[in-house]
C-alpha cells in the first residue's frame, strides 16, 4: 500500500536526447517530489536509455556525482534507479527553483557515459515561522495616521504555491496591513496606522500578525505585535536615499567598509536621536555585514564568496527613541575574483593499450570543474607536446584523452602522460594530473641477425661434435614475442647439410656433425632461420659459409724414380763424370695445400757425403766433385722428401696432465738417468769401434809387409757387379725421442712428412728391386746405391 501511495504521489517526467558527442551517448530528466522513502523508484534507467541489464552489469555502471554526495543509487539487477538517502529539497537548494540533482552513469568496454537530472519537486512539509516570537513597538500617540511600522517577515521554506502567500493583522481597529512587493519576489510587511491612538484610552495595544502558505492543506504561523504607546513624538526619521547600491570584489577583507547611511529626524532631544540597525532575518546577511547604530556606517564582517552568493539585499531601519522608524535597502553586489583552481576529476581510465590500437581511441575521460564565473570558470586542458595523445572536449565540462597516432612500444614502452587544465582567469589558474599508461607488446618485429651473412673456418680432421661458430640474431619485441629460435635450413650441397652440421636451437651454436676431409671437400654453405615466439611467428634467414682449412695430414709421394715396396732403386754413375754430373731426379707430390704441399729434398745419408748432393727444391741428385778411383764403387744415398707443414700434437686421450709432484720428480729423475746410461754406452761403443779399426790397420800393414796372400773378406749383402772395389759398411743410427717428459710415448723423429728414397745398382747395370722385410721408416740405413763405371 505504501508503494502505491508513492506511485501516486510521484510524477516522472522523461526527456531523453542523443548527442553527437563521441563520448556523450544520452541524456534522461525525471521529476520526483521530496521526502521519499528509500528504495522508492525513480526510474527505469534501463529501458529509458534503450540499454540491456546485462550491459550495465558487464560495463561496471556505476553513478559519478561532482559533489560526491549520493541520494540516487543504481540498482543494476532492475536497471533502476532508487531514492539512497532522503530528499530535502529545501536543505538540498534552498529558495532555488527549479531544484535539481545532476549526476552521470558511465560504462566500461567500450566507454560509454549518459547525463542524468533529477528535478527534486516541492511538496507543502513546511510552515510560515517568524524568527520572533513577538515584536515590541513604543508608538507616540501623536503617530500621525498613515504611520508605517516594518514588520518582520515571516519565512517559508517551500517554494511556490507551498510558499508564503499571504498575511493577517488582527484586530484591524487601529491598524492595517501594507504589502509592498519587492524585487526580489519577497514582500515588505509594513503595519499602518489608520486611527488616532490615545494612551489615555488603551497604553498597550496586542495584535497577532499570521502568516498563510498556499498549499493543502494550508499552513499558517503567527506573531505578536506588542505595542506600547508614547507620550508625543510625532516625527519619525526619514532616510535621505531609499535605495543603496555597491559593488565590493570576493576577496575583500573584513572590516571593509560599504556605505554609510543616514536618516534624519526632525525631533529634538531624544525623540530627535537616530539609531540604526539591520532588519534581515532570512538570510544570512546580519552574519555577513554589521551597522553602527549610531553613525550608520556597514562594513563588512564575514567571508564573501562569489561561487555561493553573488547578490545581498541589507535592509536597514532607522528609529528614534520615540520608535519611529523608517527603513531603506543597500544593494550589495559581489564581483568575482579568479581564486579556484580548476579541479580534476578522472571519470574512467585505462591503464594499459595495445601498440596497434587505431588512432581515436579513447583512453581517459575527465571531469573537469571550475567554480569561478565568466572568463575566470573557462577552462582548457591540454597535454606536453611531442607525444602520441590528444585531448578533446566533450561536453561543456568534459574532456577525453585520445590516441593521435600510431604507437610503437619498441619506441617508447610506457607513458607518463601530464594533464594541465588552466582557467582564462589573470592571472591564469592551474591544476594537473599525471597518468600512467602502458603500452602491451604484439608481435610486430622479425629477429635481424647481427650480420647479413657469416663465414666460418674449420680444420679438418675435427672432433665431430666441435662448436664452429655461434650465429645470433636479435627481435625488438618483448617477452614471449621476443624469443629466438635457431632452425637449420637444408641447402643443395649434394648431401643433407644436416648431416655436415648443426644448430642449437637456442643458443644458435653450429656444431660439426662429421670429421671433415679438405682433399674431398673444401667448402660448404647453408642457411639458418631465426624465429620468434610469437603468434603467428616471424623469421628471417641468414647464409652461412663454412671453409675446411688444410692440415697437413698427407706424406709426400714418390712419382719418380718408382718404388715398390722397400726396394732400392739403382742409378749409373760413370767414373769420368764431371762435377755437377746429374745422376737422377727424384719427383714427388703432396695432396695436401699451402704450405703443406711446399716440398724440399734433403740427404739424410751416404756412403761419401763429399761426392753427391741433392737439389733442396727441384730433387736433382748431382755430383759436387770429380769421381776418383779411390771413391767405392757403390755408394748408397738415402735421399728424404719432406713437407713444409707441421704435423699437429697430437696426445694420449688418456695422459694425465693433473699428476702429482712426486711423480714428475720421479720420472724426470728416470730421464737423466737413462741418458746418462745412453750416452756412456755410446761413448763405449765409440771406443771399441776406434780400437777394432785401430787394430785391422795394423794387422793389414803386418800383412802387407809379410807378403802373405790375401783372401778378400765380403761383408753381408756386399754385391760387387764389376769384381772391384770394397763398400765401406754404412752406419745408421735411429734416434729416439720423448715429446713431454710427462708422457711415455716414443716418437721417431723425423721433420714433416717424408719419403725416404733408396736406390741401388744392378751387376747389368738395370735397376733391381731388392724387397725389404721392414718398411723405410724401420730400416732408415736402406741405401740409395750408385756404382761407378
Not at 530528466?29 to 534507467?45: A, D, Q, R
Not at 557515459?113 to 515590541?136: L, Q, R
Not at 532631544?269 to 540597525?277: H, L, R, T
Not at 642457411?527 to 659459409?545: C, E, H, M, Y
Request: proline residues 4%.
Amino acid at each position: 500500500e505504501e508503494e502505491t501511495h508513492t506511485a501516486h504521489r510521484r510524477q516522472v517526467l522523461l526527456f531523453v536526447s542523443i548527442f553527437s558527442l563521441s563520448s556523450v551517448f544520452g541524456q534522461v530528466t525525471y521529476s520526483v517530489p521530496e521526502e521519499m522513502t528509500k528504495g522508492s523508484l525513480v526510474g527505469n534507467i534501463a529501458q529509458d536509455l534503450g540499454l540491456d541489464v546485462k550491459r550495465l552489469k558487464a560495463g561496471k555502471a556505476r553513478i559519478y556525482t561532482e559533489d560526491n554526495t549520493e541520494y540516487i543509487e543504481l540498482d543494476k539487477d532492475r536497471g533502476a534507479l532508487l531514492v539512497k538517502e532522503r530528499i530535502d529539497r529545501e536543505a538540498l537548494c534552498g529558495q532555488t527553483t527549479p531544484c535539481a540533482l545532476h549526476f552521470q552513469i558511465t560504462l566500461e568496454e567500450p566507454i560509454e557515459f549518459y547525463i542524468v537530472t533529477v528535478e527534486i519537486n516541492d511538496i507543502n512539509d513546511n510552515a510560515p515561522s517568524f524568527k520572533k516570537d513577538e515584536m515590541k513597538f513604543r508608538i507616540s500617540e501623536s503617530a500621525v495616521i498613515g504611520a508605517k511600522f516594518v514588520l518582520e517577515r515571516a519565512m517559508d521554506l517551500d517554494v511556490g504555491v507551498n510558499g508564503l502567500q499571504s498575511y493577517s493583522l488582527k484586530p484591524t481597529d487601529n491598524f492595517n496591513l501594507k504589502l509592498q512587493n519587492q524585487q526580489d519576489g519577497s514582500k515588505k510587511v509594513e503595519m499602518v496606522l489608520q486611527k488616532q491612538l490615545d494612551r489615555e484610552t488603551q497604553e498597550h495595544l496586542s495584535l497577532t500578525l499570521t502568516a498563510t502558505d498556499g498549499g493543502d492543506p494550508q499552513l499558517s504561523g503567527t506573531m505578536r505585535v506588542e505595542i506600547s504607546v508614547l507620550d508625543a513624538n510625532d516625527n519619525a526619521p526619514v532616510f535621505t536615499q531609499e535605495l543603496y547600491k555597491v559593488t565590493i570584489v570576493e576577496t575583500a577583507p573584513k572590516g571593509t567598509i560599504l556605505n554609510t547611511v543616514s536618516a534624519v529626524d526632525a525631533d529634538e532631544g531624544s525623540s530627535g536621536k537616530v539609531s540604526y540597525s539591520i532588519t534581515n532575518t532570512l538570510d544570512d546577511v546580519p552574519v555577513m555585514f554589521k551597522i553602527d547604530e549610531d553613525s550608520g556606517v556597514v562594513s563588512l564582517t564575514g567571508n564573501l564568496d562569489y561561487e555561493k552568493s553573488q547578490h545581498y539585499e541589507i535592509h536597514v531601519q532607522a528609529s528614534d527613541d520615540g520608535g519611529l522608524t523608517d527603513s531603506c535597502k543597500i544593494i550589495v553586489e559581489v564581483t568575482d575574483t579568479n581564486d579556484n583552481y580548476p579541479s580534476i576529476n578522472i571519470m574512467s581510465k585505462t591503464n594499459s593499450i595495445s601498440e596497434n590500437s587505431r588512432p581515436g581511441t579513447v583512453v581517459t575521460i575527465f571531469n573537469v570543474q571550475d567554480p569561478d564565473s565568466g572568463e575566470n570558470g573557462k577552462v582548457t586542458c591540454h597535454i606536453e607536446e611531442h607525444m602520441p595523445f590528444l585531448m578533446k572536449t566533450t561536453s561543456k565540462k568534459f574532456f577525453s584523452l585520445v590516441t593521435d597516432s600510431e604507437l610503437d612500444r619498441e619506441a617508447a614502452s610506457q607513458y607518463n602522460i601530464t594533464v594541465t587544465c588552466s582557467d582564462e582567469g589573470v592571472p591564469s589558474l592551474s591544476s594537473s594530473v599525471t597518468l600512467t599508461l602502458q603500452i602491451s607488446d604484439v608481435n610486430d618485429n622479425a629477429p635481424v641477425f647481427e650480420r647479413s651473412s657469416y663465414e666460418a673456418y674449420i680444420v679438418e680432421n675435427n672432433t665431430p661434435g666441435l662448436s664452429i661458430f655461434t650465429v645470433r640474431a636479435r627481435d625488438a619485441d618483448w617477452n614471449q614475442n621476443a624469443r629466438v629460435s635457431y632452425i637449420l635450413e637444408d641447402s643443395s650441397v649434394g648431401v643433407p647439410v644436416s648431416s655436415y652440421v648443426s644448430v642449437s636451437a637456442d643458443s644458435g651454436v653450429i656444431h660439426a656433425v662429421r670429421s671433415f676431409d679438405y682433399e674431398q671437400i673444401k667448402d660448404f654453405q647453408f642457411r639458418v632461420k631465426a624465429q620468434d615466439g610469437g603468434s603467428p611467428p616471424l623469421s628471417s634467414n641468414v647464409t652461412v659459409k663454412i671453409l675446411i682449412q688444410d692440415q697437413n695430414d698427407n706424406p709426400p709421394q714418390v712419382l719418380y724414380p718408382v718404388q715398390t715396396g722397400g726396394s732400392l732403386v739403382a742409378e749409373m754413375v760413370p767414373r769420368s763424370a764431371d762435377v755437377g754430373y746429374l745422376v737422377t731426379k727424384v719427383v714427388a707430390v703432396d695432396v695436401d695445400s699451402g704450405q703443406n704441399a711446399w716440398l724440399s729434398y734433403k740427404l739424410q745419408k751416404a756412403t761419401d757425403r763429399a761426392l753427391f748432393e741433392v737439389g733442396l727444391q727441384n730433387g736433382e741428385i748431382r755430383t759436387i766433385r770429380q769421381v776418383t778411383d779411390k771413391d767405392a764403387v757403390k755408394q748408397r744415398l738415402t735421399v728424404i722428401v719432406e713437407d713444409n707443414g707441421h704435423f699437429p700434437e697430437v696426445l694420449s686421450e688418456f695422459t694425465d696432465f693433473t699428476q702429482d709432484k712426486e711423480y714428475n720428480d720421479n720420472l724426470t729423475f728416470y730421464l737423466v738417468l737413462a741418458l746418462a746410461v745412453v750416452s756412456f754406452l755410446f761413448i763405449t761403443c765409440l771406443v771399441v769401434i776406434i780400437s777394432v779399426k785401430i787394430y785391422r790397420w795394423r794387422q793389414s800393414r803386418i800383412l802387407y809387409h809379410s807378403n802373405l796372400p790375401v783372401i778378400p773378406y765380403y761383408p753381408p749383402r756386399y754385391s760387387d757387379t764389376l769384381g772391384t772395389g770394397t763398400l765401406q759398411h754404412v752406419y745408421n743410427y735411429e734416434v729416439c725421442r720423448t715429446t713431454d717428459s710427462r708422457k711415455s710415448d716414443c716418437k721417431f723423429g723425423r721433420a714433416g712428412s717424408q719419403n725416404v728414397l733408396i736406390m741401388d745398382p744392378s751387376s747389368t747395370g738395370t735397376m733391381q728391386r731388392i724387397q725389404s722385410e721392414k718398411s723405410i721408416l724401420d730400416e732408415p740405413d736402406s741405401p740409395l746405391e750408385v756404382r761407378k763405371l
